[in-house]
Structure formats: structure tokens, C-alpha cells
């Protein structure tokens, strides 16, 4: 079945240090949609990606859909304490339409002060 | 304005029992979805409403699950004869229509079966 995969599964980086996380999924996706969540929190919706190469910002946060719409990223420059979670990219389930999301399985951000 | 509203926050039951569990989505949002969520997991869809009714129930893993919503606002998320594998924290999200939105959560019922 439909299925979408991130890596890395963990990432401990230094306060200050770039961090990346890959989303790729078996399928094209309509649209790429990334939630971050604190440890003990729920996702929190950060940001929607439709269009083919398209690339947005907020703030320290760069996030890129690919070309071929079946893989993203999420990049952090100069991590924080505050940037520590779960990352997970989500893409619908393909044909449906349902708003019916696949997640990936999240990279786990530690951030060491 | 309030977000989206789950209790209990923590449920242990024994082995057999029935639970419910109810979520409470943003006002006026017509679109409401069940996920559960397993440690070092991404949320694994259940169920979404449209409304009253079910949509989309392709992601409940027997029958021993069933939700309602009967009202097109609160919804319970019903489990039968729970078995321990169903432990996990069960999440609730709505959004304002449905497809291609992005999906508000709420806290989330941690469900322990003994």
C-alpha cells in the first residue's frame, strides 16, 4: 500500500548545528503537509507544500517539495532548545479524497545546549 | 479560541472491558478524524467524518472499533472486548471541510489495557 518514509529516525545535534529531515513517498502526492510534535504534545500543523519544486520559509525552517511531488524536506539553520520534537511529513492518500493523511514515521530531534 | 478537546486524557482498563473515548472538535469544523498513534510511530488513520457520517472507516482494524458522530460535532470512538495490542494514544483532529487542509489535533486519549 501507500506508504511514506522519513530519515533519519533520530538526529542529536549541538545548539547552533543545521539539521535536515527526508520524507520520501511510494506514491506522487497531491500535496506534502509537515507537523511537529513537542515530547507528551500532539502534532501541530506547520506547513503545506502543492506546487512541484516549491519552497517556503518560516523563519529558521526551509521546507522544499520535490519536482516530481514525491519527496520533501524540512531544514533547520542554527537549531534551538525550542526546536526539540518529532518531525512528521504527511501526504493523502492517493485517489481519495477524504483529506485521509499517511504519515511518515518522524525524525526525533534532540537538541543539546 | 478553543482547540480541540479529548477526554479522558489517560484510560487503563482491563483486558475485555469496552472504553469510549470523546473528542470535541473546533466549532463549526465539519471534517473530524480519528488516528492512533503507537511510541515511535506517525499517526495511523482509523476513521473521518464528514458530518454525521462516516466517510471513510477503512482504517479501523476489525469490527471490534466503531465510531459516531451523531450530531456532526462530538464524536466517541467506541473499542469492544479490548485486547492489550490496542494500547496507544488514541488522537482526534478536525479541520474546517476536509480534503487538503491542515488537521488541528487535540491532546489525545492514552488507552493502557491491563
Known amino acids: 500500500g501507500q506508504q511514506v518514509m522519513q530519515i533519519p529516525q533520530y538526529q542529536h545535534v549541538q545548539e547552533g548545528e543545521d539539521f535536515t529531515t527526508y520524507c520520501n513517498s511510494s506514491?506522487?502526492?497531491?500535496?506534502i503537509q509537515w507537523y511537529k510534535q513537542r515530547p507528551g504534545g500532539h502534532p501541530v500543523f506547520l506547513i503545506q507544500l502543492v506546487k512541484s519544486g516549491e519552497v517556503k520559509k518560516q523563519k529558521r525552517l526551509t521546507f522544499q517539495f520535490g519536482e516530481a511531488k514525491k519527496n520533501s524536506s524540512l531544514h533547520i539553520t542554527a537549531t534551538q532548545t525550542t526546536d526539540v520534537g518529532t518531525y512528521f511529513c504527511?501526504?493523502?492518500?492517493?485517489?481519495?479524497?477524504?483529506?485521509?493523511?499517511?504519515f511518515g514515521q518522524g525524525t526525533t530531534l534532540q537538541v543539546k545546549p | 479560541g478553543a482547540g480541540v478537546s479529548q477526554t479522558p486524557s489517560n484510560k487503563v482498563t482491563e483486558k475485555g472491558k469496552y472504553v469510549e473515548l470523546r473528542c470535541d472538535p473546533i466549532?463549526?469544523?465539519?471534517?473530524l478524524y480519528w488516528y492512533r498513534q503507537s511510541l515511535g510511530q506517525g499517526p495511523e488513520f482509523l476513521i473521518y467524518f464528514q458530518g454525521t457520517g462516516a466517510a471513510d472507516d477503512s482504517g479501523l482494524p476489525n469490527d471490534r472499533f466503531f465510531a459516531v458522530r451523531p450530531e456532526g460535532s462530538v464524536s466517541t470512538l467506541k473499542i469492544q472486548r479490548t485486547e492489550r495490542g490496542d494500547s496507544a494514544v488514541y488522537l482526534c483532529?478536525?479541520?474546517?471541510?476536509?480534503?487538503?487542509?491542515?488537521?488541528?489535533f487535540g491532546d489525545g486519549t492514552r488507552l493502557s489495557i491491563l
Open positions: 506514491t506522487t502526492l497531491s500535496n
Open positions: 504527511a501526504g493523502p492518500k492517493r485517489s481519495s479524497n477524504t483529506g485521509k493523511l499517511i
Open positions: 466549532s463549526g469544523h465539519t471534517a
Open positions: 483532529a478536525s479541520s474546517p471541510t476536509g480534503v487538503n487542509q491542515p488537521q488541528h
